[in-house]
């Protein structure tokens, strides 16, 4: 019982994270389809990797993956794990569309939520760890991280 109560506050979680990156961007003037991420199906049966968000306007299409986490005290940074950004990865090459990875956090009571991240490509050099996949002891995975101060703010990463 204690499972699903998680696994639901999570995923409510995930789409409160998701519906405030969604108006964000379309604070910017893009219209935005909630894709709702993971794995999805073809109509042949095929398997394939979405982002959360697919953003259009201004004559341009993008994904958007959004992760809502508090970045690590300790080490001041966030990430999502190694599965999910070599997916991206794929995501953009299959598509040909660039992604971004967009965080957001509340930084306490009273302060306003910060949406904040980069282009797939530029993330590499925000990688914390020296750029390894580092193992998450808590979670029991993969984990790759990016250093919040080297992260932009969701108006720079996507005034292009």
Known sequence: MEMKQS?????????????????????????VIHVGGAVKFTINGTRFFVADLLPYGKGHSFWVQVKYKAPKRKWGDTGLERSGYDALWQLQEESDL???????????????????????????????????????????????????????????????
């Not at 409510?12 to 994270?17: D, F, I, L, Q, S």
């Not at 991280?145 to 932009?152: G, I, K, N």
């Open 98 to 160: 660039p992604v971004a990875l967009l965080f957001t956090d509340d930084l306490g009571p009273g302060a306003a939520p910060r949406v904040y991240g980069d282009w797939l490509e530029r993330l590499p050099a925000s990688k914390s760890h020296s750029g390894r996949a580092v193992w998450n002891r808590k979670d029991q995975r993969w984990m790759v991280y990016f250093l919040v101060e080297r992260l932009r703010d969701y108006r720079e990463v996507l005034s292009h």
């Open 7 to 31: 696994i639901s506050n999570k995923d409510a979680r995930g789409t409160a994270g998701e519906k405030r990156v969604a108006e964000a961007i379309a604070s910017l003037g893009f219209k």
